[in-house]
């Protein structure tokens, strides 16, 4: 993970194997999804990538996406149905099954902004490798 203290230098998160990701394979990720897509460290939920359209939807350039958590970015940390992100990227973030199944997609409604206009997505969160590491790709 990058430095908490937000140094731009540390744009390296380590591996479980000890190399570093670099966050431009995430970003080069994120680019090719035309649709709004976020990827965020499955423990902290720090967003590490996001794409054009993300930032346009969001209303965040890239690199204050990329300060934030994705609780975060809502006015508020929970789902239409009540269910915190925290416990929906959780659930989307556990192992794949023994039997070789796919990671689970969590899908959820989450009322970004309140009042009027307000903004209210459809989103999904999926467990992904990418670059040898588990990530959260979010759209």
């Known amino acids: 993970m990058g ?6 230098s540390a744009d390296d998160r380590q591996s ?12 080069a990720f994120v680019e090719a999804i035309p649709t709004p897509t976020l990827v965020c460290d499955p423990d902290t939920l720090t967003i590490r990538a996001a794409n054009a359209p993300a930032a346009d ?15 975060d970015i809502g006015e508020n940390d929970v ?27 969590e899908r959820f409604e989450w009322n970004l902004r309140l009042g009027s206009p307000g903004l209210r997505v459809d989103g999904a969160l999926h467990a992904a490798t990418i670059a040898g590491d588990e990530w959260l790709v979010g759209g």
């Open 3 to 8: 430095d908490r203290r937000g140094d731009p």
């Open 16 to 27: 479980s194997s000890g190399d570093a990701v670099p966050t431009g394979i995430l970003r």
């Open 57 to 71: 939807l969001l209303g965040h350039d890239r690199g204050t996406l990329t300060l934030m958590g994705l609780p």
């Open 79 to 105: 789902t239409v149905s009540g269910e915190s992100i925290a416990e929906v990227a959780a659930a989307a973030a556990r192992l794949p099954r023994s039997d070789g199944a796919d990671a689970p997609v």
